[in-house]
């Protein structure tokens, strides 16, 4: 709608406009002349190439279309008085006069001008019948809040009635004659509200109304937003903000963007790393050892790790850790011995969680901060208390050397192993289970932060992507990494989730397009198998691997300056555990 007035149909408008800028008239290019891209004017060729009817370089934008949509920009961004001169220098109008009637009708308030003039525009019956309902239920409305109660309940009865849909909102209007304060509790009719202007009545009839007929709000910023997400879905190393694309030319990024280079090296543990898990808030990263410790470090401002705790007094090697929502407390748990839970300012165990007779294996948090799950090597998985107290234990077959147990964001699904080949998702309220099924064993799984997909790796050295948001469906397949012996562990990372990091035998991280599936590195560094990698969720050019080789690599977008010192970390101070 242009900003000039909006009660009037663009004919008029352009007429009005266009006479008030005949004064203006040495300002504005005449239509034998236009202007030079690179300054000036010069002749514009009288005779078009090709095709009138179609534009662009393969011929298959429809001008009329394409000068529409301008136009509609134009007065949606409130250049109006370009908008108008475009509709009368290509004799394209935005609508038609019997379309711009309607407009003007339904923006006047005539109700029944503007129910004629529907009928005699070229549309389906059901779309008649629906636009009508819209119009009627507004009069309706209006008519209630000027206490015209025998007039609204005449347009009940006689006008939306017989028009024999929505029999509840029918029933809903209904309702508001005898109780009128109920009027006020619906709230909106069709999602326009009581005491919106009948402009957005308008707007909603846009959207049922065929969009040739009328336009639909924003549609020029639709087509370009969606030129540029095929751009980026399209870009294999597009891991930064959406800041950086621009309309002028076609968009690709460097491959310096992806996490590729060694910017760190941390060496705090005395043996194997076996996991490693960057906070919620991108801000510590934890590692976790078979030389029964786990390590807190911090990610200064800069981007450089330093030591922050080391956690000591478990007796058996550390399986894995995970953080609390609010990332103010870390579990950790041992190879088939107990979970500890960690004060992460202070460095301190504050409880110890154990079951007498088996051993955990496993532990995630709850959503709520307030309770946490372990999986326990009788085959259950059991849900406690920060206190320690067990609340929920379920029965079921497990793979004791499979560790992997999560659980969603809404706390509803709990996802785990249930046979060598094939994952359990339990709908804890429902009782409602879903498999998903492997021809090969499975090591390890994860799943993304939307909880829409998990993340499967495989024995036979391949990783399967899942959609879980129904029934489960395999949709992506990485291959490349090198797995034989040991459970290898992978993830999702970097802008938007849009990338796979795996460790892998070889001693290097792999790293692959999700949406594509094309391996994009291949990442030396380590000597030893590298077991789990870690993508920092707030930083997408931060990714850390742990080894076998003792040592945690940071990897970045580009080499960053550092001294050895900092390059090379080592565990400098210690928090005692025992309790």
Same mark, same amino acid.
């Given at each position: 709608?242009?900003?000039?007035?909006?009660?009037?149909?663009?004919?008029?408008?352009?007429?009005?406009?266009?006479?008030?800028?005949?004064?203006?008239?040495?300002?504005?290019?005449?239509?034998? &002349?236009?202007?030079?891209?690179?300054?000036?004017?010069?002749?514009? #060729?009288?005779?078009?190439?090709?095709?009138?009817?179609?534009?662009?370089?393969? *011929?298959?934008?429809?001008?009329?279309?394409?000068?529409?949509?301008?136009?509609?920009?134009?007065?949606?961004?409130?250049?109006?008085?370009?908008?108008?001169?475009?509709?009368?220098?290509?004799?394209?109008?935005?609508?038609? #006069?019997?379309?711009?009637?309607?407009?003007?009708?339904?923006?006047?308030?005539?109700?029944?001008?503007?129910?004629?003039?529907?009928?005699? &525009?070229?549309?389906?019956?059901?779309?008649?019948?629906?636009?009508?309902?819209?119009?009627?239920?507004?009069?309706?409305?209006?008519?209630?809040?000027?206490?015209?109660?025998?007039?609204?309940?005449?347009?009940?009865?006689?006008?939306?009635?017989?028009?024999?849909?929505?029999?509840?909102?029918?029933?809903?209007?209904?309702?508001?004659?005898?109780? #009128?304060?109920?009027?006020?509790?619906?709230? @909106?009719?069709?999602?326009?509200?009581?005491?919106?202007?009948?402009?957005?009545?308008?707007?909603?009839?846009?959207?049922?109304?065929?969009?040739?007929?009328?336009?639909?709000?924003?549609?020029?910023?639709?087509?370009?937003?969606?030129?540029?997400?095929?751009?980026?879905?399209?870009?294999?190393?597009?891991?930064?903000?959406?800041?950086?694309?621009?309309?002028?030319?076609?968009?690709?990024?460097?491959?310096?963007?992806? #996490?590729?280079?060694?910017?760190?090296?941390?060496?705090?543990?005395?043996?194997?790393?076996?996991?490693?898990?960057?906070?919620?808030?991108?801000?510590?990263?934890?590692?976790?050892?078979?030389?029964?410790?786990?390590?807190?470090?911090?990610?200064?401002?800069?981007?450089?790790?330093?030591?922050?705790?080391?956690?000591?007094?478990?007796?058996?090697?550390?399986?894995?850790?995970?953080?609390?929502?609010?990332?103010?407390?870390?579990?950790?748990?041992?190879?088939?011995?107990?979970?500890?839970?960690?004060?992460?300012?202070?460095?301190?165990?504050?409880?110890?969680?154990?079951?007498?007779?088996?051993?955990?294996? @496993?532990?995630?948090?709850?959503?709520?901060?307030?309770?946490?799950?372990?999986?326990?090597?009788?085959?259950?998985?059991?849900?406690?208390?920060?206190?320690?107290?067990?609340?929920?234990?379920?029965?079921?077959?497990?793979?004791?050397?499979?560790?992997?147990?999560?659980?969603? *964001?809404? *706390?509803?699904?709990?996802?785990?192993?249930?046979?060598? @080949?094939?994952?359990?998702?339990?709908?804890?309220?429902?009782?409602?289970?879903?498999?998903?099924?492997?021809?090969?064993?499975?090591?390890?799984?994860?799943?993304?932060?939307?909880?829409?997909?998990?993340?499967?790796?495989?024995?036979?050295?391949?990783?399967?992507?899942?959609?879980?948001?129904?029934?489960?469906?395999?949709?992506?397949?990485?291959?490349?990494?090198?797995?034989?012996?040991?459970?290898?562990?992978?993830?999702?990372?970097?802008?938007?989730?849009?990338?796979?990091?795996?460790?892998?035998?070889?001693?290097?991280?792999?790293?692959?397009?999700?949406?594509?599936?094309?391996?994009?590195?291949?990442?030396?560094?380590?000597?030893?198998?590298?077991?789990?990698? @870690?993508?920092?969720?707030?930083?997408?050019?931060?990714?850390?691997?742990?080894?076998?080789?003792?040592?945690?690599?940071?990897?970045?977008?580009?080499?960053?300056?550092?001294?050895?010192?900092?390059?090379?970390?080592?565990?400098?101070?210690?928090?005692?555990?025992?309790?």
């Amino acid at each position: 709608m242009g900003r000039i007035d909006d009660r009037e149909p663009p004919s008029k408008r352009v007429k009005e406009t266009i006479a008030g800028l005949q004064g203006f008239s040495n300002s504005i290019p005449s239509p034998a &002349i236009h202007i030079d891209p690179l300054g000036g004017q010069m002749a514009r #060729p009288l005779t078009p190439h090709g095709n009138k009817d179609m534009i662009g370089s393969k *011929g298959i934008i429809k001008r009329s279309e394409f000068v529409r949509i301008i136009t509609k920009a134009l007065y949606s961004l409130g250049y109006d008085r370009s908008g108008a001169i475009l509709e009368v220098e290509s004799g394209i109008p935005l609508h038609s #006069p019997l379309v711009d009637c309607f407009r003007k009708q339904v923006l006047d308030g005539n109700w029944d001008g503007s129910l004629a003039t529907l009928n005699k &525009i070229s549309i389906s019956d059901d779309v008649l019948k629906l636009a009508s309902f819209m119009i009627l239920e507004y009069k309706f409305c209006e008519f209630l809040e000027m206490d015209r109660v025998l007039d609204a309940v005449n347009t009940l009865r006689n006008e939306i009635t017989p028009l024999r849909i929505k029999p509840k909102r029918v029933h809903e209007l209904s309702t508001c004659i005898i109780c #009128p304060s109920l009027h006020l509790s619906l709230g @909106s009719i069709n999602g326009i509200k009581k005491s919106s202007s009948r402009l957005n009545l308008l707007n909603e009839l846009q959207k049922v109304l065929p969009p040739a007929l009328m336009l639909p709000e924003g549609r020029l910023e639709h087509l370009i937003e969606q030129a540029l997400n095929v751009q980026r879905e399209a870009c294999y190393f597009h891991n930064s903000l959406d800041s950086c694309l621009t309309l002028y030319t076609d968009h690709h990024c460097r491959e310096d963007q992806i #996490p590729s280079q060694t910017t760190q090296v941390l060496q705090g543990h005395g043996d194997e790393v076996w996991f490693v898990q960057f906070s919620n808030n991108g801000k510590l990263l934890a590692s976790s050892s078979r030389d029964n410790s786990a390590i807190i470090w911090e990610v200064r401002e800069d981007g450089v790790l330093s030591l922050k705790h080391t956690l000591t007094g478990h007796q058996k090697p550390v399986l894995m850790i995970s953080w609390s929502p609010d990332d103010s407390q870390l579990l950790t748990c041992g190879l088939e011995e107990v979970v500890r839970r960690w004060d992460v300012s202070s460095g301190e165990c504050v409880q110890v969680y154990e079951k007498i007779g088996v051993g955990l294996i @496993s532990c995630g948090w709850f959503p709520d901060g307030k309770r946490f799950f372990s999986g326990v090597t009788d085959s259950s998985i059991c849900l406690w208390d920060l206190d320690g107290k067990e609340l929920e234990c379920w029965n079921g077959q497990r793979m004791i050397k499979t560790s992997d147990l999560t659980i969603t *964001g809404d *706390g509803k699904q709990i996802i785990s192993m249930c046979r060598e @080949s094939a994952i359990l998702v339990l709908e804890r309220e429902a009782k409602v289970e879903k498999l998903i099924e492997e021809n090969h064993t499975i090591t390890s799984f994860s799943l993304s932060r939307d909880d829409q997909f998990l993340l499967v790796n495989l024995i036979n050295q391949e990783i399967h992507l899942w959609d879980i948001t129904g029934f489960p469906k395999l949709v992506m397949s990485y291959k490349g990494h090198k797995r034989s012996r040991f459970v290898i562990r992978s993830c999702f990372g970097g802008y938007e989730q849009s990338y796979i990091a795996s460790g892998s035998e070889d001693s290097q991280v792999y790293i692959w397009h999700r949406g594509s599936g094309y391996l994009i590195a291949a990442l030396p560094g380590h000597t030893g198998a590298v077991n789990c990698v @870690s993508w920092n969720p707030v930083n997408p050019q931060m990714l850390a691997s742990a080894s076998d080789d003792h040592s945690i690599r940071i990897w970045g977008g580009s080499m960053v300056n550092l001294n050895h010192k900092e390059a090379y970390s080592n565990g400098v101070c210690q928090s005692n555990g025992n309790k």
